[in-house]
């Protein structure tokens, strides 16, 4: 849905820009979108054709689809209903401003890429190396089994492992 959203949105400014009514417009939108943002507008066009308001049937789709992109489009139609406007202009800033934090994301996730890969290293190192050294010597890691010491040793090395694991998930992650 977010991935069609801007492209469908241009086209709804189109038909707008066209002199087209509202859902003559959401129509032409409907027939060349997608599929998952096609039976969404589909829902928006047959709300409005029986009476919601443009406002109200956006609201609704920013409320069945629970993503940040359909929440703008509800908010920016319902301010611009609500304070007059164009409705072409607005929703033409929209669906560049949705194609510009489409590419802002696509960065962040290329940058920290390289932050991923060496997490990956870094949590996979310790299991590697124990490996080795199970396969070239067992009885080097005997103490570790049989040794309540040892024992207390392995499960206080895999918490860190994992506590590491996780704060490197956490930095990894950006919210854009």
């Given at each position: 849905?977010?991935?069609?959203l801007p492209?469908?949105?241009?086209?709804?400014a189109?038909g707008?820009?066209?002199g087209?009514?509202?859902?003559?417009s959401?129509?032409?939108?409907?027939?060349?979108?997608p599929?998952p943002v096609?039976?969404?507008?589909v829902?928006?066009r047959d709300q409005?054709k029986?009476?919601?308001?443009?406002?109200d049937?956006f609201?609704?789709?920013?409320a069945r689809?629970?993503?940040a992109e359909a929440?703008f489009?509800?908010?920016?139609?319902?301010?611009?209903?609500?304070?007059g406007?164009n409705l072409?202009e607005?929703i033409?800033n929209?669906?560049?401003?949705?194609?510009e934090?489409r590419k802002?994301k696509?960065?962040?996730?290329?940058?920290s890429s390289?932050?991923?890969?060496?997490?990956?290293?870094?949590?996979?190192?310790?299991f590697?190396?124990?490996?080795v050294?199970?396969?070239?010597?067992?009885?080097?890691?005997?103490?570790?089994?049989s040794d309540p010491r040892g024992?207390?040793?392995?499960?206080t090395g895999?918490c860190?492992i994992a506590?590491?694991?996780?704060m490197m998930?956490?930095?990894?992650k950006?919210?854009?």
């Amino acid at each position: 849905f977010t991935a069609g959203l801007p492209d469908a949105l241009d086209v709804f400014a189109r038909g707008l820009k066209a002199g087209r009514p509202v859902a003559d417009s959401l129509s032409i939108v409907v027939e060349n979108a997608p599929d998952p943002v096609r039976g969404e507008l589909v829902r928006c066009r047959d709300q409005i054709k029986m009476g919601t308001t443009l406002a109200d049937a956006f609201a609704d789709l920013a409320a069945r689809m629970p993503t940040a992109e359909a929440h703008f489009f509800g908010v920016a139609t319902a301010l611009q209903s609500e304070t007059g406007g164009n409705l072409t202009e607005t929703i033409e800033n929209l669906s560049a401003q949705l194609r510009e934090r489409r590419k802002l994301k696509q960065k962040a996730r290329a940058l920290s890429s390289e932050a991923r890969a060496s997490a990956i290293i870094l949590a996979s190192l310790p299991f590697a190396v124990g490996l080795v050294i199970f396969l070239l010597n067992a009885a080097y890691l005997d103490p570790l089994f049989s040794d309540p010491r040892g024992r207390a040793m392995l499960i206080t090395g895999i918490c860190s492992i994992a506590l590491g694991i996780f704060m490197m998930v956490r930095m990894g992650k950006l919210d854009v």
